[in-house]
Each structure stands twice: as structure tokens, then as C-alpha cells.
């Protein structure tokens, strides 16, 4: 296999973060790269940077396209990533083009390296004898997505591919006016039946529709978010359940807000020492530069309306509303639920759980499906759920427990928003959390929904409804039973 080059971190952020891996008791260093599928990685898993193919062996070099080892003393190729012209040449037929390395030109203006025509060396050779070798290859592909006003990549991971031709055709360059030709080799990749499906091909697909097949409600809020919310349903001629759509949360008659000091940040917050609400947060800031929230935490301090900061501070983030293109789903065995048109970073925000605001002792009267009850405000002292947590936890949502103290609960069944339609997962992709900045009542938190990993386009969004098998039970005392059909590989077969 080709000698990896070493990383510098220097001021990169992701080859520092990588650094801080490798150097981790955790970390299982091997510089073998396998052919075929790489243990852990699903058809369909995205990353954000390189380095992360790189650590778990996706795709071993950092920079270079062909990842490549020896199979009896033969390189052959083991994955390939490809970062432009790849949607111009899958068109959901399941076969890739792929242009072969090396040969560019490089460099700038008076300083051009010219074209050559590439060798059958290296990477380029690797392929061919794949094709000999009839071994499969993996296939990454990058696509430039905007996250908060910026262009970043993210890497797809689209399965095994069998390589089955090479041809070498010319490539024409033009450079300072002259035009130049040269030698490439282009190599034909046919994916391999019986896989996966990938989202973002069939969601770029459905973006290029006029019309959207199976789509029964073109916008469930009817104008009242930012970006509309439509219903789509290909399983029968089911159209979503009526309900009075809102856009923030209706609180109990006679309540009152009470204000929350602010900050006096004249610029977007970003002092952690200087800032008022960072010291609320421990003296950190809860969300990073582009909007994703660091860590889960009991309760959030958001900068609110008595703070000095601009509506683009950074420590305002939930309150912003649904900034990601959401719609609902008929599933094949749980009713509606909830997906995104689009990737959704680890750490984003996607929606709040929205409804009337109740005692819990009300909220017990009512005798609709208890499956529209999110309880609030109970678990900030629970250090089962909170104690030493490195990442995301599961959300709560029981509206059947009891509590020693007064609590709140969220109804959902007649009056709410998209949250009401997200089902749970015993391996959910968000979590919820609690957040303030419009009112200083902890014990009436917003619930707010972040992504717990990077979730591609059409996955469904799940969260852990947080119940206890054995400790729910109706208004006899009866133990009440709930099957749960998540279909996680960790699903414990039963919600309640």
C-alpha cells in the first residue's frame, strides 16, 4: 500500500481534532486498508472533513482520490472519492465515471504546470487490476452543501462498485489563451445490487421533480414557517391528521413572563469571560461559530430580548426557528413521521416540540393518545442522565409518570407544530434539550430538537421518547404496554 503522508494540524481544526483521536487510549491504529466494506460504516453514513475517511479507514490518504493496497502482491484499488461532476454522471442508473489521476495542470498565472497524460502507475493501475481482479471498490462522493451562508463538503459513503471498463480518451485544456491536450483514463463503476439506497441522490432527484411524487399537503404550517412544510405519502391515500399548526408555545391563561437579566455584548457574544449569558452556561459558549450546539447540558441560557447583542449573535440560535427544509412522511408501520430534504450537520438544530403548555396534573385528564405529552422540567437534577456525558442523551417524553414535584407537560395533540410527527428510536439521531431566553422559569423550558450525528437527506429524525418499561400505567394503576417498531438494532421491542 502507498506510504500515507503525515498530517499537520496547524491551524485546521479537523487534523487538530484528529491528533486528539490518535492520541486517545480508544484509538485503534492500522494503516491496512481492506477491500470491500469497512466494519462500522453504513451505505449511506456522511462526514464533514477527510481526516474523518481517513480514521476509520473509508478511504486511507487525505488527499489523493485512489486509496489502494495489494492483494497476493497486486495493487488493486480499495476506495475512490469523487468531488466534482459526480451527480452529471449518476443519474440514478447506478454507474459512475470516474476520471483517473494525476496529468492536471497545476499551479497559477505564469507559474503553469502543462498538461501531461497520465500513467497507468499507482492509483490509476490499482483500478485497472480491480477490473482483472474483479474486487469491489468503495466509493465516497463529496458534494458542496451551504451551512449558515458558507460552502462546505460533505462526504457520502455510496457502497461497493465493481470497476468495469477503462478507456483512455484526450482531455483538452485551455491555458493563457493556447489549448492543450492530453491523455486520461476514464473508468467505468457499476454499483453493486442489493444495497442501500442513498438519500441525497434521490433527494437531489426529487429537487429537480416539477412535481413530487406522493406529495398530498403541499405546506402543513400553510405559510406560517419560514420554508414550507409539505406532506408526502407513498405507502396510501392517507392525508395527515388535522391540528392547529403553531409557531411558538401557547402557555397556561394568567401566565406572565418573567424576564431574564441579559448581556451587555454590543457585537455577537463570543467572550466566554466577558459575556453575562456564558457565565449562565458554566462560562462557555453552548454553540460553535457555525450554529451547532458543543455539548448537551441539563438547560441552556440563549441570549434573549433584555440582552444588547444583534439578532446574529451567536448564542441565538433555537430561537431563530426551523432553518432546515423539513417535511412529514407516511412510514410503512409507525404513522408520520419526520425527514429533511437536505444533510443535517451533527450538532444543528432542527425544531422545537411545540403545543399547549400544562400542569401535569391537566395534562393527566386529558384522554387523547398520550403519544402528544412531552413532560418538561424533571430532569435537570438527574445524574443518571446527565453525569459524565461526552456527548448526546435522549430527550424525554412520558406523559403517564408521576412526579413528586410540580411539573409541566407539553400537549401537542391539537395545537403544534412538525415536532408532534417526530417518532422515537432506541438509537435516535437527535436528542433533546432544554433552552431559555425569552423567560427566567426553569421549570417551563423550551424543548429543542439538535442532530446528535450527521444525518443524511430522507433519513428519518428520531428521537428517544425516554419511557420506563413497567413504570407506565393508566388511571387504575394497570401497567400499560406499548410495542415499539423502530426497527433499531438496539430496539428493546417495547416503548412502555
Given at each position: 500500500m502507498e506510504s500515507l503522508p503525515k498530517l499537520k494540524a496547524g491551524n485546521r481544526i479537523d487534523l487538530t481534532a484528529s491528533e486528539v483521536v490518535k492520541g486517545s487510549s480508544d484509538y485503534v491504529k492500522s494503516d491496512d486498508d481492506?477491500?470491500?466494506?469497512?466494519?462500522?460504516?453504513?451505505?449511506?453514513?456522511?462526514?464533514?472533513?477527510?481526516?474523518?475517511?481517513?480514521?476509520?479507514?473509508?478511504?486511507?490518504?487525505?488527499?489523493?482520490?485512489?486509496?489502494?493496497?495489494?492483494?497476493?502482491?497486486?495493487?488493486?484499488?480499495t476506495s475512490i472519492v469523487t468531488s466534482g461532476g459526480y451527480f452529471d454522471d449518476m443519474d440514478g442508473s447506478g454507474v459512475l465515471n470516474y476520471t483517473g489521476s494525476g496529468g492536471q495542470p497545476t499551479g497559477k498565472k505564469g507559474h503553469v504546470t502543462l498538461p501531461q497524460d497520465q500513467q497507468l502507475v499507482r492509483g490509476n493501475l490499482a483500478l485497472k487490476n480491480s477490473i482483472d481482479l474483479k474486487t469491489p471498490v468503495r466509493v465516497i462522493y463529496g458534494q458542496?452543501?451551504?451551512?449558515?451562508?458558507?460552502?462546505?463538503?460533505?462526504?457520502?459513503?455510496?457502497?461497493?462498485?465493481?470497476?468495469?471498463?477503462?478507456?483512455?480518451?484526450?482531455?483538452?485544456?485551455?491555458?493563457?489563451?493556447?489549448?492543450?491536450?492530453?491523455?486520461?483514463?476514464?473508468?467505468?463503476?457499476?454499483?453493486?445490487?442489493?444495497?442501500?439506497?442513498?438519500?441525497?441522490?434521490?433527494?437531489?432527484?426529487?429537487?429537480?421533480?416539477?412535481?413530487?411524487?406522493?406529495l398530498c399537503v403541499a405546506d402543513i404550517s400553510q405559510g406560517q414557517e419560514k420554508m414550507p412544510i409539505c406532506a408526502i405519502n407513498t405507502v396510501d391515500d392517507e392525508k395527515p391528521p388535522e391540528f392547529n399548526y403553531i409557531t411558538s408555545m401557547i402557555y397556561p391563561a394568567g401566565y406572565e413572563k418573567t424576564v431574564a437579566s441579559g448581556c451587555e455584548c454590543t457585537?455577537?457574544?463570543?467572550?466566554?469571560?466577558?459575556?453575562?449569558?456564558?457565565?449562565?452556561?458554566?462560562?462557555?459558549?453552548?454553540?460553535?461559530?457555525?450554529?451547532?450546539?458543543?455539548?448537551a447540558k441539563p438547560l441552556i441560557f440563549?441570549?434573549?430580548?433584555?440582552?444588547?447583542?444583534?439578532?446574529s449573535c451567536y448564542n441565538r440560535v433555537s430561537q431563530r426557528g426551523i432553518r432546515i427544509p423539513l417535511e412529514i412522511f407516511k412510514t410503512e408501520t409507525r404513522g408520520w413521521g419526520v425527514r429533511s430534504l437536505s444533510s443535517i450537520p451533527s450538532g444543528s438544530f432542527v425544531c422545537e416540540y411545540l403545543g399547549e403548555l400544562l400542569k401535569d396534573e391537566e395534562a393527566e385528564k386529558r384522554k387523547h393518545n398520550d403519544a402528544y405529552l412531552f413532560d418538561i422540567g424533571h430532569n435537570y437534577d438527574d445524574a443518571a442522565l446527565w453525569e459524565g456525558l461526552a456527548g448526546?442523551?435522549?430527550?424525554?417524553?412520558?406523559?403517564?409518570?408521576?412526579s413528586e414535584s410540580e411539573g409541566f407537560t407539553i400537549d401537542a395533540a391539537e395545537m403544534g407544530n412538525v415536532g408532534r410527527f417526530i417518532n422515537h428510536s432506541c438509537s435516535p439521531n437527535l436528542y433533546a434539550q432544554n433552552v431559555?431566553?425569552?423567560?427566567?422559569?426553569?421549570?417551563?423550558?423550551?424543548?429543542?430538537?439538535?442532530?446528535?450525528?450527521?444525518?443524511?437527506?430522507?433519513?428519518?429524525?428520531?428521537?428517544?421518547?425516554?419511557?420506563t418499561i413497567g413504570q407506565v400505567?393508566?388511571?387504575?394503576?394497570?401497567?400499560?404496554v406499548k410495542e415499539c417498531y423502530c426497527g433499531s438494532s438496539e430496539c428493546q421491542g417495547r416503548l412502555y
Amino acid at each position: 500500500m502507498e506510504s500515507l503522508p503525515k498530517l499537520k494540524a496547524g491551524n485546521r481544526i479537523d487534523l487538530t481534532a484528529s491528533e486528539v483521536v490518535k492520541g486517545s487510549s480508544d484509538y485503534v491504529k492500522s494503516d491496512d486498508d481492506v477491500v470491500g466494506h469497512v466494519q462500522g460504516v453504513e451505505v449511506g453514513d456522511e462526514f464533514r472533513y477527510r481526516v474523518e475517511l481517513h480514521l476509520i479507514g473509508l478511504h486511507r490518504p487525505p488527499q489523493g482520490g485512489i486509496a489502494w493496497t495489494r492483494v497476493n502482491g497486486v495493487p488493486v484499488a480499495t476506495s475512490i472519492v469523487t468531488s466534482g461532476g459526480y451527480f452529471d454522471d449518476m443519474d440514478g442508473s447506478g454507474v459512475l465515471n470516474y476520471t483517473g489521476s494525476g496529468g492536471q495542470p497545476t499551479g497559477k498565472k505564469g507559474h503553469v504546470t502543462l498538461p501531461q497524460d497520465q500513467q497507468l502507475v499507482r492509483g490509476n493501475l490499482a483500478l485497472k487490476n480491480s477490473i482483472d481482479l474483479k474486487t469491489p471498490v468503495r466509493v465516497i462522493y463529496g458534494q458542496n452543501i451551504s451551512e449558515t451562508g458558507r460552502s462546505v463538503m460533505a462526504f457520502t459513503y455510496d457502497g461497493l462498485y465493481m470497476v468495469e471498463e477503462l478507456r483512455e480518451v484526450p482531455e483538452k485544456y485551455k491555458i493563457g489563451g493556447t489549448e492543450y491536450t492530453a491523455k486520461v483514463f476514464k473508468f467505468k463503476l457499476v454499483r453493486l445490487p442489493g444495497q442501500p439506497e442513498v438519500g441525497l441522490l434521490i433527494a437531489n432527484n426529487s429537487k429537480k421533480s416539477e412535481v413530487r411524487e406522493g406529495l398530498c399537503v403541499a405546506d402543513i404550517s400553510q405559510g406560517q414557517e419560514k420554508m414550507p412544510i409539505c406532506a408526502i405519502n407513498t405507502v396510501d391515500d392517507e392525508k395527515p391528521p388535522e391540528f392547529n399548526y403553531i409557531t411558538s408555545m401557547i402557555y397556561p391563561a394568567g401566565y406572565e413572563k418573567t424576564v431574564a437579566s441579559g448581556c451587555e455584548c454590543t457585537g455577537r457574544c463570543s467572550s466566554s469571560k466577558k459575556c453575562a449569558c456564558a457565565l449562565k452556561n458554566g462560562g462557555e459558549m453552548p454553540f460553535n461559530f457555525s450554529g451547532a450546539i458543543v455539548q448537551a447540558k441539563p438547560l441552556i441560557f440563549e441570549c434573549g430580548p433584555a440582552c444588547r447583542c444583534p439578532p446574529s449573535c451567536y448564542n441565538r440560535v433555537s430561537q431563530r426557528g426551523i432553518r432546515i427544509p423539513l417535511e412529514i412522511f407516511k412510514t410503512e408501520t409507525r404513522g408520520w413521521g419526520v425527514r429533511s430534504l437536505s444533510s443535517i450537520p451533527s450538532g444543528s438544530f432542527v425544531c422545537e416540540y411545540l403545543g399547549e403548555l400544562l400542569k401535569d396534573e391537566e395534562a393527566e385528564k386529558r384522554k387523547h393518545n398520550d403519544a402528544y405529552l412531552f413532560d418538561i422540567g424533571h430532569n435537570y437534577d438527574d445524574a443518571a442522565l446527565w453525569e459524565g456525558l461526552a456527548g448526546f442523551v435522549a430527550g424525554t417524553k412520558s406523559g403517564s409518570e408521576a412526579s413528586e414535584s410540580e411539573g409541566f407537560t407539553i400537549d401537542a395533540a391539537e395545537m403544534g407544530n412538525v415536532g408532534r410527527f417526530i417518532n422515537h428510536s432506541c438509537s435516535p439521531n437527535l436528542y433533546a434539550q432544554n433552552v431559555l431566553f425569552d423567560h427566567n422559569d426553569r421549570e417551563m423550558p423550551h424543548v429543542m430538537f439538535f442532530a446528535a450525528e450527521n444525518i443524511p437527506p430522507l433519513q428519518e429524525l428520531t428521537y428517544h421518547y425516554n419511557y420506563t418499561i413497567g413504570q407506565v400505567r393508566d388511571s387504575q394503576g394497570n401497567e400499560k404496554v406499548k410495542e415499539c417498531y423502530c426497527g433499531s438494532s438496539e430496539c428493546q421491542g417495547r416503548l412502555y
